[in-house]
Nanobody, 118 residues
Framework: QVQLVESGGGLAQPGGSLSLSCSAS????????MGWYRQAPGKERELVAA???????NYADSVKGRFTISRDGAVNTVDLQMNSLKPEDTAVYYC????????????WGQGTQVTVSS
């Protein structure tokens, strides 16, 4: 059974920084994608950033230049450094891990709250 455990998040002022971490455990193939999504109240869940085990990161336009995703494939962790935070970044952030092996396997963390407010 694959589990994702998130940490980090909390409250920051506009222009401030926060970081998120996610650790995956279980039987996980080497080729996979780890990333972060977020869901604000009344809105659909959206991709924030993701990185393939052998590729370059992919960012939502709204966070490019402000957020940085990084991963350690050896231990299946993914971090999200969030700088220059804006009130519209307020959401519940979810760690995601997926891969395709005949069918898609898709796993989610429990979610962590990020609030940007003065």
């Amino acid at each position: 059974q694959v589990q994702l455990v998130e940490s980090g998040g909390g409250l920051a002022q506009p222009g401030g920084s926060l970081s998120l971490s996610c650790s995956a455990s279980g039987t996980i193939p080497e080729i996979n994608v780890m990333g972060w999504y977020r869901q604000a109240p009344g809105k659909e869940r959206e991709l924030v950033a993701a990185v393939h085990s052998g590729g370059r990161p992919n960012y939502a336009d709204s966070v490019k230049g402000r957020f940085t995703i990084s991963r350690d494939g050896a231990v299946n962790t993914v971090d999200l450094q969030m700088n220059s935070l804006k009130p519209e970044d307020t959401a519940v952030y979810y760690c995601n891990l997926w891969w395709i092996n005949f069918r898609k396997s898709d796993y989610w963390g429990q979610g962590t709250q990020v609030t940007v407010s003065s």
